[in-house]
């Protein structure tokens, strides 16, 4: 098969990227009136690590049955994933142009084979990462060597059905799969930690028989360092909590829960783009 990834030269390159992406991001919320940006924002530099730096895909073939898969599980972040894949190659960039509009392959909430890199359909918090296990499973069962990812919300990690799946991953030894938590300390309607108490969040996965690591969550060579290592011998499945800032990457936008739901407008996009150096 030909999945290797191919990243870009140098972490600057990567950057780079992330900062093209974020703009591209921004400006669909715009044009499609839609929310839900800070919480693409907070997770642009673990999906440019992951499509760039760690998982094995063909853009040209997606559909390999040795492909890793990844999941986002905290589906209404679909601008982010959307943007990564066209990027990465998965379809025509000028797609994005048509997000959320009636007919649109590209729905507000990402759907299973919408367009080719889209791997379960997501946005119904705490399921995605029972279907990466699933996947994970099958995987082993077949005797192939792909790996399983899913990247969910701190707030996500509120539904029991997180904490049953933890519990069957363990159990099971899914040493294949591994969970990225976004972890930008907000959720819909205020500070996650004041709405539900998920700190030691770290220790509560390693409590349930995972391998734990926590790192920046847009330092690049730190997530690539942790996620490349997937499977780590351990015979454990491996999660990793993401520091992140929600609306990273726009000053305005930074740590403010009132881009869960707010849209920019065309002057506040041309302040964004000039920040990241788009213009």
Wanted: hydrophobic residues 45%.
């Amino acid at each position: 098969m030909n999945n290797e990834v191919s990243p870009p030269a140098d972490l600057e390159d990567l950057k780079a990227l992330a900062r093209k992406i974020r703009g591209r991001v921004v400006q669909m919320s715009n044009v499609a009136r839609t929310p839900h940006l800070g919480s693409s924002l907070s997770c642009v530099d673990i999906l440019v690590a992951a499509y760039w730096g760690f998982l094995r895909v063909d853009p040209a073939n997606p559909s390999d049955p040795d492909r890793d898969r990844f999941i986002l599980s905290k589906g209404h972040a679909a601008t982010a994933l959307y943007a990564t894949l066209a990027h990465r190659g998965f379809f025509d960039p000028a797609l994005l142009d048509t997000f959320n509009c009636r007919g649109s392959l590209l729905a507000e909430h990402p759907s299973f084979g919408c367009v080719p890199g889209v791997e379960a359909s997501t946005g119904s918090l705490g399921h995605g990462l029972s279907l990466a296990l699933g996947m994970a499973l099958a995987q082993r069962i077949q005797g192939r060597k792909a790996r399983c990812f899913a990247l969910l919300s701190d707030g996500e990690c509120e539904e029991g059905s997180v904490w049953e799946a933890a519990m069957f991953a363990s159990a099971r030894r899914i040493d294949n799969a591994a969970v990225i938590v976004d972890d930008n300390k907000w959720q819909a309607t205020g500070r996650t930690d004041e709405i539900m108490a998920l700190e030691p969040l770290a220790e509560k996965w390693r409590a349930f028989g995972w391998t734990a690591h926590e790192v920046d969550g847009h330092n690049l060579a730190a997530l690539l360092r942790v996620l490349a290592a997937v499977p780590d011998g351990s015979g454990r499945p491996i999660a990793v909590i993401a520091h992140t800032v929600k609306g990273k990457g726009v000053s305005f936008m930074e740590d403010d829960n009132n881009w869960h739901y707010r849209v920019p407008t065309a002057e506040e996009v041309r302040a964004a783009h000039q920040e990241l150096g788009l213009t």
